[in-house]
């Protein structure tokens, strides 16, 4: 093309390429909203999760748990699939006095493909006292998912020594082996009061 030709063409014709590489970078780029969108979803999930307990909406609260979830409790002998766990809350549910978590504090985490999230939080409950919850959700179908979620209540080191002898105590009068599945046997589930939270009641710790 001679180039009074090609300085005669409109500048349109040079933009577009530049237009088109422009557009593709954009597109090519990662979303840096995406991990923000996922937390903010997540947060939502576990709130409402909480607050439908609180609420005792038994359809709500489950229907958060994917069907192969896993609950644990800070018993040892609480590990729960979501239909035990199910059958084991309902009496509270269906009396319309659940537990009420509420969390004060709460760390998520992704993984690379954000498929994935695991998240601890920090709790305030009636019953145990400052607690804490951790665990996984996955996204399923777009809409995330508890598919593990643990119970624990942090022990403060000064009151360990004695906690961790109460709890031999018990093991040794009850003879309760964990790990051991030829010795140990769960026992049968047992309904609290209510108000209490998925947990079995046991004595507060003595103050030093």
Do not use: C
């Amino acid at each position: 093309m001679p180039l009074h030709t090609l300085n005669a063409l409109p500048d349109e014709v040079f933009r577009v390429p530049t237009v088109s590489l422009l557009l593709f970078v954009l597109a090519s780029a990662p979303a840096n909203t995406a991990p923000a969108d996922s937390k903010a979803a997540i947060t939502a999930v576990l709130d409402d999760w909480h607050q439908a307990a609180a609420a005792a909406d038994e359809a709500r609260y489950f229907g958060h748990f994917t069907d192969d979830a896993v609950y644990l409790g800070t018993d040892a002998t609480e590990r729960w699939t979501r239909d035990e766990f199910r059958a084991w809350a309902k009496p509270y549910f269906s009396k319309g006095k659940a537990w009420n978590f509420k969390a004060t504090s709460r760390h998520i985490f992704l993984s690379k493909d954000g498929a994935v999230a695991w998240f601890d939080e920090a709790l305030d409950t009636p019953n145990l006292g400052p607690s804490r919850g951790s665990g996984v959700l996955v996204k399923d179908a777009g809409t995330w998912k508890i598919a593990q979620y643990n119970l624990s209540i942090p022990i403060p080191n000064d009151v360990l020594p004695e906690v961790k002898r109460r709890i031999e105590r018990e093991l040794a009068r009850s003879q309760k082996t964990p790990g051991k599945s030829s010795t140990w046997r769960a026992p049968p589930a047992k309904v609290p009061s209510p108000q209490t939270p998925p947990i079995k009641e046991r004595a507060p710790a003595q103050a030093n």
